[in-house]
Every structure is written in structure tokens, then in C-alpha cells.
């Protein structure tokens, strides 16, 4: 069933939301407003939340706050990786957390929060139960990020790709599980957390994964999951089918479902990072999936 809508994914990450076209966030944040209207008035049992922020900026918050972004809106969401990306510590945490309960009401929720094995299995393995300890009984929701490895052959959704050096490399190994399925050492632990513990899992369209992945979260215990449902990839053929075999699979899981990414025709410039031509267009979609699935 699905417990939450989420509006975007990262939109003060330069890598999801197009600053050349939004440098202040303003076309953001009218387009959340307007969604997040259109949505509680669809179905107002279902809690609406902002698109988990990366990095955590109380004034990105505060600059939203003020435009009336956050007016129809449930809880906000943050997404952190001191062990990889951000230039922070991982015991910081419950410091990033008050520094936007400091700055509004609504309750926080960390969204996506993971380590990578890129160096080494046991940088993971310890991230994951020191994640733990700072987080468990913290927050209302904490979603680690993420069961699978993505596929070396699939790449990764980053701006600058390869240029990125070791920072795009890091998103593929960013699994409990690697790429061949077998398990690496922090899956040991992740029961121990669950089910206050919930997993981010993105899934490609067409995903073989989807059936494996169904059965390692019954496996873990899992009760919460999040993932996404692509408005750049609804105008695919076939994407009502693949939409409905996905959510159908899901569907014994409290799902928070990300709304995000603009189809190429829709957006001012042709990427899925733009803002949309037309911003009620993004509500209509958001409006039209929970229609079919809440």
C-alpha cells in the first residue's frame, strides 16, 4: 500500500534539478505547491513529503518554507552519505537532523541513507550499524539505500558521469547486495533493524530485479520501502504495464513513492534534470499514479 508520496528527488543536488534554468529554486517550489495540492485534495490520507534534500541545507528549507512550498506538505526528507559524498562525519548526524528541525514543524525523515563498498566491504558493514545506532528512535523514517548494486552496464543518473572520478564509480556498489546477487557483509546485520528499518530501492524500467528483490525483503523483514515512479519514464511504450506489475509485486510493502523526473519533451531544456514547461503537468502525473495505485 502506499503511506507517502515524495516530490522529487534531490533538488538542491545538482545532479537531479537544473540550476541553469532554476538557480533559486523558485519553479521548484511552485511546482511542489501545486502538487502537493493536487494530491491532498486526490487522496488526503496519504502523507505528502518533500523530495528528500542532498545535501541537508536548512536554508535551502527555509527559502522553500517561505514561497509556501511546505504549506500542503507532511514531513521533509534528507538524504545523507558522510561515508562517501558529503564533507561531514557519519556521527554528525543527529546534528544535521537538528539543524532542520531548527528551521520548521514538520517531522524529518531520512530518506536515503547509505555507504558504498567501493574501498572495502567492512567501511559498509561498520557504517551501517554506527548508521544505526544514530538513527534508530531518531527519526520517524529511515530508508537505507540500497539492496542491489546498480549494474556497472547501466550507469548511473549524474550530470558529469565518469568525470566525476571516484564519486560516480561509488554509486555502483552502494548494495547489500552485489551485482551477481550474493551478499556482502553488512546484509548480516540489517535484520537486526528491521522493520523500524526500511530500504530505498530504485527500479529501472522493465526491471529484472523486481522478483528477487520481493523475496529479500521478506527475507529481511522489511516492511517499508521506497521507490519511484518516473514521469519521464510514463511516456515510455508499455510503461502502464510495467507501472502495474511493479506496484502490484510491491504492494504487501508501506510504500513511499518518489515522483520525479521530467520527460525530455516536457522540460525547458530536453533532460529529465529540467524544470517542466508547464508545472501543473508534473501534478497531473502525480495525481494520476496515486489515482492508480492509492
Known amino acids: 500500500m502506499i503511506e507517502a508520496v515524495k516530490f522529487w528527488n534531490e533538488p538542491n543536488n545538482k545532479s537531479h534539478w537544473d ?24 487522496n488526503p490520507g496519504i502523507l505528502r513529503v518533500l523530495g528528500g534534500m ?92 540500497s539492496l542491489f548494486d546498480l549494474p556497472q552496464s547501466w550507469g548511473a543518473t549524474t550530470r558529469h558521469r565518469e568525470a566525476e572520478g571516484s564519486s560516480y564509480y561509488r554509486h555502483f556498489y552502494m548494495g547489500l547486495l552485489r551485482e551477481d546477487g550474493t551478499p556482502k557483509l553488512a546484509l548480516k546485520h540489517f535484520s537486526d533493524y528491521t522493520p523500524e528499518f526500511g530500504l530505498c530501492q530504485w527500479f ?54 518518489t515522483f520525479c523526473f521530467t520527460p525530455e519533451e516536457k522540460g525547458i531544456q530536453p533532460h529529465h534534470t529540467s524544470a517542466p514547461k508547464n508545472l501543473e503537468e508534473y501534478a497531473e502525473f502525480c495525481v494520476k499514479m496515486m489515482r492508480r495505485y492509492a
Open 19 to 42: 540550476f541553469e534554468v532554476d538557480p533559486g529554486w523558485h519553479k521548484f517550489a511552485e511546482m511542489v505547491k501545486i502538487a502537493a495540492q493536487a494530491a491532498k485534495a486526490e
Open 54 to 145: 542532498s545535501p541537508i541545507d536548512p536554508s535551502f528549507l527555509q527559502g522553500l518554507q517561505k514561497a509556501g512550498a511546505l504549506d500542503d506538505l507532511n514531513a521533509v526528507a534528507v538524504h545523507g552519505f558522510p561515508l562517501d559524498w558529503n564533507l561531514w562525519e557519519i556521527n554528525e548526524w543527529p546534528n544535521k537532523i537538528a539543524e532542520i528541525e531548527a528551521v520548521t514543524n514538520l517531522p524529518v525523515w531520512v530518506t536515503e541513507v547509505g555507504v558504498s563498498t567501493f574501498g572495502a566491504e567492512e567501511v559498509q558493514e561498520f557504517g551501517f550499524r554506527r548508521t544505526a545506532e544514530l538513527l534508530s528512535g531518531r527519526v520517524d523514517r529511515v530508508h537505507w539505500y
Open 204 to 257: 529501472h524500467f522493465e526491471d529484472p530485479r523486481l522478483e528477487s528483490a520481493v523475496e529479500w525483503l521478506r527475507r529481511l523483514g522489511v516492511k517499508r520501502l521506497r521507490t519511484g515512479l518516473s514521469w519521464a519514464d510514463y511516456l515510455r511504450p508499455n510503461a502502464e504495464q510495467w507501472f502495474d506489475r511493479m506496484m502490484k509485486a510491491l504492494e504487501e510493502f508501506d510504500l513511499t513513492i
